[in-house]
């Protein structure tokens, strides 16, 4: 089918109007180290836009591959070393499903630090951590306000991961139950939803049930049992997402984030509403829709 000179002036129009908003036409740049920059052959990147990339993808891949095990960052106070148990929600947010070490994860990177007025290099370093941790936590839940009595239900304790839980620790916010629910079905057609996973392990807390908490293991720091909790809103659920239900240890979260539910969490749970909190796979708040 060949272009028609009207098509051909349309899409002019709409190349020169997105030009307008910053996304710039395309070509694709790599070199290899200590070579003077070579401009090569454009290549697409996506349908309608491309990116100019002036930066080692080749030694950004190498050094990936490195860091995401190495790189020394922290959560909160919570030391942290590499980001490896972030993979599925750094893809997520930067739009690849390429593999950590290629040049096609760093080339997508390359375009989110761009896009966040960050040095784009494709290096997953510690400024673009914290941007991203930045990202995930700004979308989070930030009125935490306790829930009324009246905001809340009490669920069937066939809902939950342990389902000896007494009433009152069986309560959740009205509209984030009714989203779980369907969440929950979507999960289950995709067999992302086996066993006891996606149960509930926790969803309202009173400030009293969390204080209890917070005595009986006072080593639980800022990341752990906060001070003013998501949960008291009732639109906080704990998910069983597999491993240790919510033991932050490294070795469990690198479980947690590979199960076929949690990466189904990763990419569905925002379609009913639910965003993630990234120290733990097992956290996910209701937002509305
Ligand atoms: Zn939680």
Known sequence: MSMSGKTFALLLALLSALSAKGHRPVAFVSRPANSSPVTTPMRELTATTTTTIDADLFGAAKQNATLQNDLNWTFGKKQQRGWSIYVPLISRLIGTEAGTESTDFAAALYRWQRTN??????ILGGETMYRMIQTWQAAR??????????????VPASEFYDASRPDEQRRIERSTYAAYQRLLAAAATAGAAEGSHLKIIS?????????????????????????????????????????DPVDTKDANRSIQVRTRTYLWLVKNAEHFGFRPYPYEPWHWEYMGN
Do not use: C, M, W
């Open 203 to 243: 969803a309202h807390r009173s400030r009293e049930y969390q204080d209890n908490l917070r005595r009986k293991d006072p080593q639980a720091g800022s990341a752990g049992l906060a001070i003013n909790s998501p949960h008291f809103t009732g639109r906080a659920l704990d998910l069983y997402v597999g491993g």
């Open 117 to 122: 007025n960050l040095t784009p290099n494709g």
């Open 141 to 154: 839940l930030q009125n935490r306000t306790p829930a009324r009595d009246d905001q809340l239900i009490t």
